[in-house]
C-alpha cells in the first residue's frame, strides 16, 4: 500500500504543488484582510489539493502515449505500469467527486464553478496536440488558484485577484515554456505543438522573457489595487528579482533548467505568501 501510494505521489509530482497553495492563500488572505479561519483554511487547501490531483492524473491518462516514446517522460508511473490505466481513471473520479464536494462546502458560487473549473483542468492536456498555446492555457490553469480564493472568501471575483491570477498566468507560461526547451527536438519530432518546437531555443527565450516581464506588471497592479502596503511592494520586487535570476541560469546553461523550474518558482511562491503575511501584520 505505501509502495502504491509513492507511486500515485510521482504520478501527480506532488512536490508541484509549491506553485499554486501560495497564491491561492494570497488572495484568501488579501480577501479577508487578515486570517481567514481554519476552516477555509482547510478547505482551500482540500480544493486545492483535489483539483491539481485530477488535473495531473487526467493529464498523465492522457498522455501516456507521448509520455512512452519520451526519453525524459517514459519512466513515469502511469506509462511503466506501476499505475494501471484503470487506477489513474479511479484516481480521477475520487478527486474531481472530493473537488466539488469540498466547492459546496465553502460557498455556492465555488459550488456553481466546480464543473466548469474541471472542464477548464482537463482541456489544457488537449492543447499542445494543436497549439503553442498550451503554456497559456496551463498558466490559466493554475491562475484558476487565487481566483477560487477569493471567492472562498467573499463570494464575489475582485479586480485585484484577476491581476494575481493573471500574472499567475504569465509566470506559469513563462516557466513552462523554459522547462519545454528540454523537449524541443521530440516535440518537434512528433508533431506537438509548443513555443520551442515552433520558434526555437532562442526566440522561446525571448517570449519566456516577456511573459515574465507581464508578470510582474500584473503583480504590481495586484498590489495597488489590493492596497498592499511596503512589504506588498516588497514581495513584487523580489519576485522580479528571482524571475531574472532563473533567466539567468537557464541562459548560461540549458542544464539547469530543473533548477530554475523547481527550486527558484517553489521558493517564489513561498516567500510571495511570506511577505504578504507580513503585510497584513504591520499594515
Not at 504520478?11 to 484582510?33: C, R, T
Not at 484577476?162 to 526547451?181: E, I, N, P, Q, R
Request: glycine fraction near 8%; hydrophobic fraction near 60%; avoid cysteine.
Amino acid at each position: 500500500m505505501k509502495e502504491k501510494l509513492l507511486h500515485f505521489n510521482e504520478l501527480v509530482m506532488m512536490g508541484h504543488s509549491i506553485f499554486s497553495f501560495p497564491f491561492i492563500f494570497i488572495a484568501m488572505i488579501v480577501a479577508s484582510d487578515g486570517w481567514f479561519g481554519f476552516s477555509l483554511l482547510i478547505l482551500g487547501a482540500l480544493a486545492a489539493f483535489t483539483a491539481r490531483n485530477f488535473a495531473m492524473s487526467f493529464n498523465r491518462f492522457i498522455d501516456r502515449d507521448i509520455d512512452a516514446l519520451n526519453e525524459r517522460t517514459q519512466n513515469r508511473p502511469s506509462v511503466d505500469g506501476r499505475v494501471k490505466s484503470q487506477e489513474v481513471l479511479i484516481f480521477m473520479a475520487v478527486n474531481a467527486l472530493a473537488f466539488i464536494v469540498v466547492a459546496g462546502f465553502i460557498n455556492s458560487l465555488a459550488l456553481l464553478l466546480s464543473l466548469p473549473i474541471l472542464f477548464i483542468l482537463a482541456a489544457y492536456s488537449y492543447f499542445k496536440r494543436f497549439s503553442e498555446s498550451a503554456h497559456l492555457i496551463l498558466g490559466f490553469t493554475l491562475a484558476l488558484a487565487p481566483i477560487a480564493g477569493a471567492i472562498a472568501v467573499l463570494e464575489s471575483v475582485p479586480f485585484w485577484s484577476v491581476m494575481l491570477a493573471t500574472g499567475v498566468m504569465f509566470w506559469v507560461a513563462g516557466f513552462d515554456v523554459l522547462y519545454s526547451l528540454q523537449d524541443m527536438e521530440f516535440d518537434q519530432k512528433m508533431g506537438l505543438f509548443s513555443i520551442p518546437s515552433r520558434f526555437g531555443a532562442s526566440k522561446s527565450l525571448l517570449i519566456a522573457e516577456s511573459f515574465h516581464i507581464l508578470t510582474i506588471a500584473f503583480w504590481t497592479i495586484f498590489a495597488l489595487q489590493a492596497g498592499l502596503g511596503t512589504f506588498g511592494f516588497i514581495a513584487v520586487g523580489f519576485s522580479a528579482a528571482m524571475l531574472m535570476y532563473e533567466h539567468y541560469l537557464v541562459r548560461k546553461d540549458f542544464g539547469q533548467i530543473d533548477r530554475a523550474f523547481f527550486t527558484v518558482n517553489g521558493y517564489l511562491g513561498i516567500i510571495f505568501l511570506g511577505f504578504i503575511i507580513i503585510d497584513r501584520i504591520f499594515s
